[in-house]
């Protein structure tokens, strides 16, 4: 009899009740596109990736273990986003549909751009409401349909809730809105597709925005895109009807009125899916990790918490992470590790590309071991590991070359006060 294939650890109980354990009897996050756009910036991080499994609120973890992270949206330009958010919707699509067919040259299957209410009120189906399994399975059915007949359903729908595959669970991912069967006027051969648009409150002036966010958004954007084709590949239907170019849309100038911007994320898909596969497997994470380990941040009935903070950072601690400053700005838990990678002087600190080419000496005292050979012998004690005796060799070489531009400097400072006080 063949054996039974194992369940895929999405569906598999006992990771879904092990990752329970370890969040304990508190609701749990999810993952949202921003979070998985950021773990995927780290896809080498053991810490986060069980944290953000478990849905622990890493915030919450780290303020309890007395790291609280420094950065974050403020609740100004939350309000400010949701606020744009609502004004671009306010008039029932009218606006949308105008940037995407005037502005952005997408030809939409209505009427005239000055259609009646009415015609423009059957092109708009909102999805934000119920269930989030209902609420995928309403966008599941608004897609097949309208592959069945192009005519068929809305042409805008807002809020539709996708699903993706992270690190082996399942996460739902929800875009502002998708367009449905547009195509571009430019390229009248390219078959319909659906668009997934992104509202954003940064402005864009004189049709530029801050290369920064444009780029924060569009990997955002690429994990929608990622998930449209998981959707697409679940109806057997082909990862092309998904358009690579998603509508970014912003308040024009200093102004609040709305204007569009096509953005390729073809580069950011490609990175997105390339992190996802390299993304470790949920279940062998949990396999390395002691029983009875957990990030609880219940409280009693007196609204204390249950688990003291020593025994938190213990757990924390337990979990191989992967520190690199850029976690600063996209982790929670960043200024814990930060502590951590700087108690134990690692060559995290010093970035990836440093790291990377150091060829995994762990420890800056290590480095500077190997480019002095102290303690170690010299090179010739690194027979039997060709890196090391490689990184060595190297360093040693880069030490000496310092130590030479230092001389070289300090001889010609020398030489120029020289033929001064002769000058003088
Ligand atoms: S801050 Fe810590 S937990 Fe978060 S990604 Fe960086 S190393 Fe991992």
């Known amino acids: 009899m063949p054996a039974t294939p194992p369940l895929p650890p999405a569906q598999d109980p006992a990771v879904a009740d092990r990752l329970a354990e370890l969040r304990g009897p508190v609701p749990p996050r999810h993952h949202d596109a921003r979070t998985i756009a950021a773990l995927t910036a780290n896809p080498g ?63 939409l299957p209505i009427g005239d751009q000055d259609a009646d209410a009415a015609d423009l009120d059957s092109q708009w189906l909102d999805l934000g409401t119920g269930e989030r399994e209902e ?26 809730l996708l699903k993706l595959e992270v690190g082996g669970r399942v996460a739902y991912v929800e875009p502002d809105l998708v367009a449905f069967r547009a195509s571009s006027t430019s390229a009248p051969t390219t078959p319909w597709q659906w668009y997934l648009a992104e509202i954003k409150s940064f402005a864009m002036i004189d049709g530029r925005a ?42 024009k100038d200093f102004s609040n009125t709305p204007t569009a911007a096509l953005v390729d ?64 700005s996209r982790c929670d838990m960043a200024f814990y590790c930060r ?26 005292r290590d480095v500077l071991a190997l480019a002095g050979g102290e303690g170690r012998g010299g090179d010739e004690a690194f027979d039997d590991d060709p890196d090391l005796a490689e990184a060595a060799r190297l360093l040693s070489m880069a030490r000496r070359a310092r130590r030479e531009a230092l001389a070289q400097a300090a001889a010609v400072v020398e030489a120029e006060l020289r033929s001064r006080e002769v000058a003088a």
Do not use: W
């Open 135 to 160: 609420r995928y399975r309403r966008t599941r059915d608004l897609v097949a349909a309208a592959a069945r007949d192009q005519g068929d359903g809305p042409v805008l729908a807002d809020h539709p």
């Open 339 to 364: 502590d951590e990678a700087r108690a134990t002087c690692s060559t995290d600190l010093l970035g990836r590309s440093v790291r990377d080419a150091l060829g995994g000496v762990g420890t800056m």
């Open 265 to 328: 994320v073809r580069r950011q898909l490609a990175a997105v899916r390339r992190q996802l596969d390299r993304l470790p497997r949920i279940g062998t994470l949990l396999d390395g990790l002691d029983a009875g380990l957990t990030f609880d941040l219940a409280k009693d009935e007196d609204g204390e918490p249950v688990r003291g903070a020593a025994e938190l950072g213990k757990a924390v601690a337990a979990i191989e992470a992967r520190y690199a400053p850029e976690c600063v």
């Open 45 to 107: 991080c053991a810490r986060r990736a069980v944290l953000d499994a478990a849905g622990v609120d890493k915030r919450a973890l780290a303020e309890r273990i007395g790291f609280g992270p420094r950065f974050g949206q403020s609740p100004f330009a939350i309000s400010r986003g949701n606020a744009f958010e609502k004004l671009v919707k306010a008039d029932g699509g009218t606006t949308l549909l105008h940037l995407l067919r005037n502005q952005l040259g997408l030809d």
């Open 210 to 251: 801050d290369p920064v966010k444009v780029a924060e958004a569009a990997t955002q954007a690429a994990v929608y895109v990622l998930a449209f084709q998981a959707l697409l590949a679940d109806l057997g239907l082909p990862a092309e009807l998904a358009a690579t170019e998603v509508v970014l849309v912003c308040p």
